[in-house]
T-cell receptor, first 113, second 117 residues
Framework: GQQVMQIPQYQHVQEGEDFTTYCNSS?????IQWYKQRPGGHPVFLIQ???SGEVKKQKRLTFQFGEAKKNSSLHITATQTTDVGTYFC?????????????WGLGTSLAVNP | DGGITQSPKYLFRKEGQNVTLSCEQN?????MYWYRQDPGQGLRLIYY???????QKGDIAEGYSVSREKKESFPLTVTSAQKNPTAFYLC????????????????FGDGTRLSIL
């Protein structure tokens, strides 16, 4: 079945350093979604990318969707302690009643102040 | 304020007991979902529902049951057949859209942490 792989699994950075997580799908995705889960919290939707090659920015966060719509990345510039958490990507799979979101396992980000 | 409410926040289950986790949404979303999250793990889909009185099994449905009698409500029962129920349970909902009902961004509740006594 379709898989969504995320790397790295963990990342530890010093505050102010940049951070990137990558998401790769075994099949073409109609869209890719990114979520953030703070420690002890629930996933919160960040953004959805739909178009091939799309790039979207949210302040220090830059999201990209690959040309082939099979991979995506999230880049955080100058990390802050508020960026701590696990970042998940997810993409739709299947059709009709079997359509559902396939989730990556997430990248956990730790930031040293 | 629209949102998803899960209760209780913490739940303890005794051996052989069924327990029911509540999930209510006032976002007027058609689709609702139940996920299980184990420590350091991703989200695994238990059940989902696209419309009232209809639901489908996800990837790990064994030992769980659901109902969808109202659009706003999607309770999850963890039965005694689920031998390893200790986990963080998350309920989510999503609206319909051009990406298809099940491909839309999901909104999550605060979760219920279930443990065995």
């Amino acid at each position: 079945g379709q898989q969504v792989m995320q790397i790295p699994q963990y990342q530890h950075v010093q505050e102010g350093e940049d951070f990137t997580t990558y998401c790769n799908s075994s099949t073409t995705l109609s869209n890719i979604q990114w979520y953030k889960q703070r420690p002890g919290g629930h996933p919160v939707f960040l953004i959805q990318l739909v178009k091939s090659g799309e790039v979207k920015k949210q302040k220090r966060l830059t999201f990209q969707f690959g040309e082939a719509k099979k991979n995506s990345s999230l880049h955080i510039t100058a990390t802050q302690t508020t960026d701590v958490g696990t970042y998940f990507c997810a993409g739709p799979s299947g059709a009709g009643n079997n359509r559902k979101l396939i989730w990556g396992l997430g990248t956990s980000l730790a930031v040293n102040p | 304020d629209g949102g998803i409410t899960q209760s209780p926040k913490y739940l303890f289950r005794k051996e052989g007991q069924n327990v029911t986790l509540s999930c209510e949404q006032n976002l007027n979303h058609d689709a609702m979902y139940w996920y299980r999250q184990d420590p350091g793990q991703g989200l695994r889909l238990i059940y989902y529902s696209q419309i009232v009185n209809d639901f489908q099994k996800g990837d790990i449905a064994e030992g769980y049951s659901v109902s969808r009698e109202k659009k706003e409500s999607f309770p999850l029962t963890v039965t005694s057949a689920q031998k390893n129920p200790t986990a963080f349970y998350l309920c989510a909902s999503s609206s319909s859209g051009t990406g298809g009902l099940m491909g839309q961004p999901q909104h999550f509740g605060d979760g219920t942490r279930l443990s065995i006594l």
